[in-house]
């Protein structure tokens, strides 16, 4: 399809913004492909309530009573009130439940409380998602101190140091049990592991009956039933309709651990996943990332549907041609480095749904499996997605963003020369080989650096990206057209990490998600450890602050410095310092400078944070019911996708 004329943006509200992406080449598939894709996008919606109630016990119901009240209510839908608690569901539906997507601090209501109570009643009980044998006033009871007591449930994700992390943190993973407790419990079960160790945790809700610790298991016949039976239901139309016989063994094997919660199987099928190479079409589906949990066990449930971008594949496969070299030439302690590097893939995709933890805001990178052992022995699948990096990178232009922030002339046009191309091969590094990269020592899980392992983890990989950028082998490569290119990533890394992530977070905020404390923890190390000589340097124009890049070799050293550390620190799971330079330099902010920076951006009119809507897949079928072709339609609004979601995916 062309792009030219295609409407990226939909609508902007509070923080967010939400645009569409083009799934561009999709027409060119076969019927095969496209059925194929179709069956995996209807199971990537189906999951969608799993993760409302895993970040939280209350979201669906609040979720639900929100929808019932905005498409019931016969009040003045025009009041101010009215107005505030449709931004408010939107939010939500944003969120995926009442913490906000990357802060994980409970999002404020901006209508009153009196309103809500009065819009709750006015709404047929029969509308409600009411409990059997309660009553409106009970589920008020419920959900005002929720909604509205600021030190009710505050944090979805609490990090902060010598604290019970568990205790002190809103989701849904663990229910009466301490950290104490919980880190105890899995410390025996991985004691018991071998060479092939399971994820111990994973797809599984902890516990305590009595005195008792007990997993309630996300599978077919337990926790979650209902909608992983949908989800299941579409992965077996799917098996009629794959492209060969491993894309069949890799849905089979996720049927079966639906099926069964086994994590044996949950293992078996990553290894299959990452045997299917020859596919076009591919797809991740299932409980994955850790980071909702703060001790990094529990998976949120999310689903990416997508295709093989066979041009801009080309770059990624060239990375992966030339992974062993990348590794032994790492400045790294070489006890640290794979000896072989096994397994390394690469792909530029374009995506066709998004579903779970990766809807509406979405990542544009994917490194796969997390396991170490499995990445050891078998290596990594890693994908950039095209077509979400080019939306993103369409919808900005004209903003006056970089105007604002950059401090001359040349920085900008930099940016706009070589910005979208760097970013990409920051993402492919990043995620291709940063990820892939180092090995832990013998003896050490991987598992040891606890709430500091996500940031850890991000910021090897960035630092991997970000040092091999400047190297003048990935020119050799044709992976960047000249040695100037890298720059415009360097000039955008620091310019970020330093300041304008700042945006993101309300005053008086400490940094919480763990890429944005991996951003700063290395800009804001770079920045102290090069001050002398001026690497990075703080300069004032027309009042407002600016970071400079003077030295791009000397950040490429500092760059290479912190690598080294960070390596060792994941490779000897050394807590203690992984705690240290998370806490000094990830952490805290620079009160004054989030003020300036808060009150620059907020004359720009943007908004900090954005995400997506889905393409509605359409089937044309002919006379006897039979598919003969999909389409994709854009016509969807942001709330009109919500609430069909609501209506027709909706089975927890």
Known sequence: MKTDHFQYYVEQFADLRILRYPVTGFEELSLQQKKLIYYLSQAAIEGRDILFDQNYKHNLTIRRTLEAIYQHYTGDRSSEDFRELVVYLKRVWFSNGIHHHYSTLKITPTFGEAFFQQAVKSIPAELLPLKKGETVDDLLKTLIPVLF??????????????????????????????????????????????????????????????????????????????????????????????????QKKVISLLI?????????????????????????VDFINGFIETYGDPLGLKGSWESVVNFKNREATRRTEIISANAQWFEDHSPVDPRFKKKKVRGVTAKVINVAMLGGDCFPHTPIGINLPNADWIRKE?????????????????????????????????????YNQYGFISGNLHTDLHECLGHGSGQLLEGVSGNELKAYGAVIEEARADLFALYYMADKKVVELNLLPDREAYKAEYDNYIRNGLMTQLTRINPGEDIEEAHMRNRQLIAAWCYEKGKTEKVIEKKMKDGKTFFIINDYDALRHLFATLLSEIQRVKSEGDFETARHLVETYGVKVDKQL???????????????????????????TDDKGNITDIIPDYGEKYDEQMMRYAGEHSWL
Request: proline content about 3%; some cysteine; hydrophobic content about 30%.
């Open 149 to 246: 007591d600021p030190e009710v449930d505050a944090k979805r994700v609490n990090q902060e140091n010598d604290s019970d992390l568990i205790a002190t943190s809103a989701n849904n993973y663990y229910s009466g049990v301490s950290q104490k407790e919980a880190e105890a419990y899995y410390a025996s079960l991985k004691a018991s592991d071998g060479r092939e160790p399971l994820s111990h945790g994973l797809n599984t809700q902890l516990v305590k009956e009595g005195r008792q610790l007990k997993e309630k298991v996300w599978k077919i016949g337990g926790m979650y039933s209902p909608a992983i039976e949908k989800i299941v239901g579409w992965l077996q139309k799917a098996l009629t309709v794959t492209e060969n016989h491993q």
């Open 594 to 620: 989030h003020k300036e920076v808060l009150n620059r951006y907020q004359k720009l009119n943007l908004a900090p944070y954005s995400g997506f809507v889905n393409p509605r897949f359409r089937t044309v």
């Open 378 to 414: 078998y290596g990594s699948k890693s994908v950039t997605i095209e077509n979400i990096t080019y939306a993103y990178d369409q919808a900005s232009k004209g903003t006056g963003f970089l105007e604002e922030f950059c401090y001359s002339r040349e920085e900008i046009d930099r």
């Open 256 to 280: 079966d651990f639906y099926k069964t919660g086994d994590l044996k199987i949950f293992n078996d099928y990553n290894i299959a996943w990452l045997s299917d190479q020859d596919s076009q």
